[in-house]
């Protein structure tokens, strides 16, 4: 009887679990479709405090409220993919060489840094981080690797996973966009554009539901084509923003609305962008 109490116990934590992640799910990406809802992101999670691409940054942006975590894939010689920024190992490990050139054993006890500090955080996998985030995050995978087999090994990997719908699939060429979206169509894909011809060719694709944008180009009447296809506008809060946040609270995210179709900001202040987004209304 006791055995049968504690299984039964057991089978309604995991039910409660699961039905709690998938109701958050549901809300990601009812956000997500919602164009008056500004989506937050968090570049290379919370690194603040814990170090860039780690799994306890995801877990800090998870807690605060982050929509999407902004992380960056490579491969490692044998085929692993791994969630790091720079291709060589020598700033944000106490490790040396270059990742391409290197096995996953070589890599896997290698400890991240914060700044010159070690810290007891390991690699994470691609794996790792699909595990954490599955229902409680949408990823942006900054896609560094080259090779179109680790292309190949990501999307295998993000359907084996269930995780269609919580990644959005980052590109920097939008010319590879047909050939990635046919590996799997319920991958959201975001395209970068570089210059205003980019977007008119980036709108031809009508399976795409996000473009990355630059200041240098942006205008109200190029992008109000992009936002009355249902498409979602992200721009970087990274370098001239954030450095006026650094400055004054809000002026930097203040200067980002004077674009009118933005709804997703990427920055390196993800719980200062939140209070601002929440304190302006940019997320009823």
Same mark, same amino acid.
């Given at each position: 009887?006791?055995?049968?109490?504690?299984?039964?116990?057991?089978?309604?934590?995991?039910?409660?679990?699961?039905?709690?992640?998938?109701?958050?799910?549901?809300?990601?990406?009812?956000?997500?479709?919602?164009?008056?809802?500004?989506?937050?992101?968090?570049?290379?999670?919370?690194?603040?405090?814990?170090?860039?691409?780690?799994?306890?940054?995801?877990?800090?942006?998870?807690?605060?409220?982050?929509?999407?975590?902004?992380?960056?894939?490579?491969? =490692?010689?044998?085929?692993?993919?791994?969630?790091?920024?720079?291709?060589?190992? @020598?700033? =944000? =490990?106490?490790?040396?060489?270059? &990742?391409?050139?290197?096995?996953?054993?070589?890599?896997?006890?290698?400890?991240?840094?914060?700044?010159?500090?070690?810290?007891?955080?390991?690699?994470?996998?691609?794996? @790792? &981080?699909?595990?954490?985030?599955?229902?409680?995050?949408?990823?942006?995978?900054?896609?560094?690797?080259?090779?179109?087999?680790?292309?190949?090994?990501? %999307?295998?990997?993000?359907?084996?996973?269930?995780?269609?719908?919580?990644?959005?699939?980052?590109?920097?060429?939008?010319?590879?966009?047909?050939?990635?979206?046919?590996?799997?169509?319920? &991958?959201?894909?975001?395209?970068?554009? %570089?210059?205003?011809?980019?977007?008119?060719?980036?709108?031809?694709?009508?399976?795409?539901?996000?473009?990355?944008?630059?200041?240098?180009?942006?205008?109200?009447?190029?992008?109000?084509?992009?936002?009355?296809?249902?498409?979602?506008?992200?721009?970087?809060?990274?370098?001239?923003?954030?450095?006026?946040?650094?400055?004054?609270? %809000?002026?930097?995210?203040?200067?980002?609305?004077?674009?009118?179709?933005?709804?997703?900001?990427?920055?390196?202040?993800?719980?200062?962008?939140? @209070? %601002?987004?929440?304190?302006?209304?940019?997320?009823?």
């Amino acid at each position: 009887m006791k055995k049968n109490i504690l299984f039964l116990l057991a089978v309604t934590v995991i039910s409660l679990t699961s039905f709690a992640q998938n109701t958050k799910l549901d809300s990601l990406i009812a956000n997500y479709h919602n164009q008056h809802y500004v989506l937050s992101v968090a570049h290379r999670a919370v690194h603040d405090t814990y170090p860039e691409n780690s799994l306890e940054a995801i877990r800090e942006a998870i807690r605060i409220g982050v929509d999407i975590a902004e992380l960056d894939l490579r491969e =490692t010689k044998d085929g692993k993919l791994i969630i790091m920024h720079d291709g060589t190992l @020598d700033r =944000t =490990t106490n490790g040396t060489g270059i &990742v391409k050139d290197l096995k996953w054993k070589d890599l896997k006890d290698l400890k991240l840094k914060i700044g010159d500090s070690i810290t007891n955080e390991n690699i994470p996998t691609l794996e @790792d &981080v699909f595990k954490l985030a599955k229902g409680n995050i949408l990823l942006d995978l900054d896609f560094k690797a080259k090779s179109e087999r680790a292309i190949k090994n990501t %999307y295998k990997l993000i359907k084996k996973k269930g995780m269609q719908k919580e990644v959005i699939f980052y590109l920097y060429d939008y010319k590879k966009v047909p050939m990635v979206y046919a590996l799997n169509p319920d &991958v959201k894909i975001m395209p970068r554009a %570089y210059s205003a011809a980019d977007v008119e060719n980036i709108l031809k694709f009508d399976y795409v539901t996000v473009i990355q944008v630059d200041d240098r180009f942006y205008t109200d009447e190029l992008l109000k084509k992009a936002f009355d296809k249902g498409m979602r506008v992200w721009v970087n809060a990274l370098g001239d923003y954030d450095d006026l946040e650094r400055l004054e609270k %809000y002026t930097g995210f203040e200067k980002c609305f004077d674009k009118k179709y933005i709804n997703i900001i990427q920055t390196d202040f993800p719980q200062q962008l939140l @209070d %601002y987004l929440n304190m302006k209304g940019y997320r009823n």
